[in-house]
T-cell receptor
């Protein structure tokens, strides 16, 4: 149980285009989903927290207009990187949590490369 | 604000040897503590967690961790390491009050190399 999927696993896009990453909880309802960014050989940096049906809460320094997060249902959250640039290249990981629980279940991650 | 320190960036052990990965946390209330493992290019897998109760917790893959409040530590241990244990290990502390988002703060990670 508690499986989280991400799609795509890898994506290459050209500078200036937008990319959408999906995060799905496959066998449970995720009231809260988290989006992280991880640079090579570094820890996870929390970008934003989204609750189903509400606007996402972004961490300081994360541009909300660049990283659009939508959590339209209890099983799906999307992260859209708008007008991507090479510096946006990174490993993006989502996680999901159910109401009242501290444990997060992580997706396998998405490797974004912007050329 | 909470913080997590993993003092060892990289640890190398021989297969079959014992392992201890260190984790120290800073948090004003009772912490919720986690150890995750990450293989290259993969997401994070939960090894074990501590919420309350017995301070020695058992996890998957033969790992265990001991919560020591007096030392603000939650070290991860394994009596005999297998080559497949080579990965990045992250300690994390959970924060957030009831009803709020349950954010995790991660340590910087410890890379484990296992020698044959």
């Amino acid at each position: 149980g508690a499986v989280v999927s991400q799609h795509p696993s890898r994506v290459i896009c050209k500078s200036g285009t937008s990319v959408k990453i999906e995060c799905r909880s496959l066998d449970f309802q995720a009231t809260t989903m988290f989006w992280y960014r991880q640079f090579p050989k570094q820890s996870l940096m929390l970008m934003a927290t989204s609750n189903e049906g509400s606007k996402a809460t972004y961490e300081q320094g994360v541009e909300k207009d660049k990283f659009l997060i939508n959590h339209a249902s209890l099983t799906l959250s999307t992260l859209t990187v708008t007008s991507a640039h090479p510096e946006d290249s990174s490993f993006y990981i989502c996680s999901a949590a159910t109401g009242g629980a501290y444990e997060q279940y992580f997706g396998p991650g998405t490797r974004l490369t912007v050329t | 604000a909470q913080s997590v320190t993993q003092p060892d960036i990289h640890i190398t052990v021989s297969e079959g040897a014992s392992l201890e990965l260190r984790c120290n946390y800073s948090y004003g209330a009772t912490p919720y503590l986690f150890w995750y493992v990450q293989s290259p290019g993969q997401g994070l897998q939960l090894l074990l967690k501590y919420f309350s109760g017995d301070t020695l917790v058992q996890g998957i893959k033969g790992f265990e961790a001991e919560f020591k409040r007096s030392q603000s530590s939650f070290n991860l241990r394994k009596p005999s390491v297998h080559w497949s244990d080579a990965a990045e290990y992250f300690c994390a502390v959970g924060a957030g009050s009831s009803g709020s988002a349950r954010q995790l703060t991660f340590g910087s990670g410890t890379q484990l190399t296992v020698l044959p």
